[in-house]
């Protein structure tokens, strides 16, 4: 068994920063690469950014030069520092983790969400 737990969202204003932190644990062989994707109401659940275990970096093109991906001190802890936040990056933010157990092989785990709202 995995869990993943987020922390970190909340309401910030526009042009204002959030750092969400994921921190996955239990039976963990190891751990390939974390992410996070986030789903506005109404919408598909998207990619927002990723890191592999080797360091390697991917952004989804609207959150390029505002939003950071790093791998936290601890862990299987992955960090998202987001700057110069807008409106439109107002959603439910996950935490993925694609995690090899000695039992279930290699899958995709997922947090329970952290809401992160951008308003005045």
């Known amino acids: 068994q995995v869990q993943l737990v987020e922390s970190g969202g909340g309401l910030v204003q526009p042009g204002g920063s959030l750092r969400l932190s994921c921190t996955a644990s239990?039976?963990?062989?190891?751990?390939?690469?974390m992410g996070w994707y986030r789903q506005a109401p109404g919408k598909q659940r998207d990619l927002v950014a990723v890191?592999?275990?080797?360091?390697?970096?991917h952004y989804e093109d609207s959150v390029k030069g505002r939003f950071t991906i790093s791998k936290g001190d601890a862990e299987n802890t992955v960090n998202l520092q987001m700057d110069s936040l807008k409106p439109e990056d107002t959603a439910v933010y996950y935490c993925?983790?694609?995690?090899?157990?000695?039992?279930?092989?290699?899958?995709?785990?997922w947090g329970q969400g952290t809401q992160v709202t951008v308003s005045t």
């Open positions: 993925s983790a694609d995690v090899r157990t000695i039992v279930a092989g290699s899958r995709a785990y």
């Open positions: 239990g039976s963990i062989f190891s751990v390939n690469a």
């Open positions: 890191i592999t275990t080797s360091g390697h970096t």
